[in-house]
């Protein structure tokens, strides 16, 4: 029997990024039912609370499998969860994962993505034996391509119709980040 990962709680100045469990269902509902939340998502609006429990579920199973993990992002004196950060899609062999984020549409403008992504970047850099994060992003998504460039991750690319979300192929922007790009 294999002895269970605990899930590891990071905090910031501002931020808690903990496991989301299914009390957080209505909370995660109500930004992941906003179109403008889930325009470069890659899924379309959460009509239920009980897409949201799936979701968590999933959130649930890629920790379990270890091909991700996924926080949720709470401010230091609330419980509520206003967002979400992690990897999926991680390759152990080869080093590598895939980032993802969303912040509830009232937290926008105030640097929370940021923040809380710098914390997981520097958590999978030190703890998760990574040596490379990837981020896909939309053309139009001005503002994450912002947020990682911040971040230090450069643009490599683009993936012409790269995936088939919504009814409709998408192009991506593919960014990297190397450890030893990366000031620690």
């Avoid at 992941?32 to 429990?53: C, I, R």
């Avoid at 590598?96 to 912040?103: A, C, P, S």
């Avoid at 105030?110 to 939309?138: C, D, K, P, T, V």
Wanted: glycine share 8%; proline share 3%.
């Amino acid at each position: 029997m294999g002895q269970e990962i605990v899930f590891p709680v990071l905090k910031t100045e501002r931020l808690i990024l903990r496991k989301i469990t299914e009390t957080d269902a209505s909370s995660i509902y109500t930004y992941l039912s906003d179109p403008e939340v889930m325009k470069y998502y890659g899924l379309e609006p959460f009509q239920s609370v009980q897409d949201a429990l799936a979701e968590i579920s999933w959130y649930e199973s890629i920790f379990k499998e270890q091909t991700g993990i996924r926080w949720g992002i709470s401010l230091k004196d609330s419980d509520r969860i206003i967002g979400s950060c992690g990897f999926l899609n991680t390759v152990s062999s080869h080093y590598r994962t895939d980032i993802g984020f969303e912040v509830s549409k009232e937290y926008w403008g105030q640097g929370i993505g940021s923040e809380a992504i710098m914390a997981i970047i520097h958590y999978a850099f030190e703890h998760m034996n990574i040596q490379r994060i990837q981020a896909l992003i939309e053309p139009p998504n001005i503002a994450s391509q912002k947020m990682v460039e911040k971040a230090g991750f450069l643009r490599e690319g683009l993936l012409r119709k790269y995936e088939y979300a919504c009814g409709k192929f998408d192009d991506l922007y593919m960014y990297g980040l190397l450890k030893e790009d990366y000031k620690l």
